[in-house]
């Protein structure tokens, strides 16, 4: 691999192989997500627990000081919107000069397998490693998902996930499954983050969710309304950067959660 390339790697994937990507994306087809109206104010108190951040350039431009010293996941896919016709049905949204101009580290689209636009969608992803590898810059794909299709299907995702990787994904977003998702990551010949989906009952769904995949393979996670939309974010980060970084179990990573939530109210 190019020098280049493996530097960017490097620095989005820790020595101890594993990554907590902090993705603040969601405003680009949502809009003002809850907990996500002014994204500086998210992204601020979380940012010394993650490896990366996963943004737009709106996003970047507007609410992330130059001077940090953290790789930006710049998302390059859009032009759909909650209320529109079809999600899945996305575009490139940003150029080569540009990625290069905000200096990004590696860039992120979603590609929608099994939906209307999955020819579209995979082109897309096609194209942009097309450009990309160009630069060294390296392309991680989102399993995004149709509405017909089920998120939580281990053959759903094995199928998204290795096609995403064939066509040149350096990394594999996905969501954990419940049954087999060590087929998921033993089927994806390049390293699989976990994202989390809208918000869960409890903490401990969450801590148990990522301690099942990370077990299974995974190299870490690209969390972000888990994280954010809990009423105590700072907790969760450090409890969820303990258990990428540290293998901390449910329970220790819970106790963290605990003892971060109980130190806030002091
Ligand atoms: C939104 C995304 C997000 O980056 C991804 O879904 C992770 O966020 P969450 O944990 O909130 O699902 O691609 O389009």
Request: proline share 5%.
């Amino acid at each position: 691999m190019d020098w280049g390339m493996q530097n960017r790697l490097n620095r989005l994937i820790g020595s101890d192989g594993r990554c907590f990507f902090l993705p603040i994306d969601h405003g680009y087809f949502q809009g003002p997500t809850t907990c996500l109206e002014k994204p500086a104010q998210t992204i601020k108190p979380l940012l010394p627990y993650c490896d990366a951040l996963f943004v737009t350039r709106g996003v970047l431009r507007s609410a992330v000081d130059p001077g940090i010293d953290k790789p930006i996941i710049l998302r390059v896919s859009g032009g759909t919107s909650m209320v529109g016709k079809d999600l899945a049905n996305e575009g490139i949204t940003i150029s080569i000069q540009e990625i290069l101009r905000l200096n990004a580290t590696a860039v992120g689209l979603s590609i929608f397998v099994g939906t209307d636009y999955e020819h579209q969608t995979l082109l897309n992803l096609a194209n942009l490693v097309n450009q990309c590898e160009d630069y060294g810059i390296p392309v991680m794909a989102v399993t995004a998902v149709g509405k017909e299709v089920g998120q939580k299907d281990a053959r759903y995702l094995a199928l998204a996930c290795r096609i995403a990787a064939e066509l040149g994904a350096k990394v594999v977003k996905t969501y954990w499954c419940e049954k087999d998702f060590d087929k998921v990551v033993d089927g994806c010949p390049v390293p699989i983050v976990m994202a989390g989906g809208p918000k869960c009952e409890t903490e401990l769904e969450v801590l148990e969710f990522v301690y099942d995949g990370l077990q299974k393979g995974a190299i870490g996670i690209n969390l972000g309304r888990n994280v954010w939309q809990n009423p105590h974010p700072v907790a969760m980060a450090k409890a969820l950067q303990a258990m990428v970084h540290e293998n901390a179990t449910p329970e220790k990573a819970f106790q963290i959660f605990k003892d971060v939530k109980n130190s806030e109210k002091a």
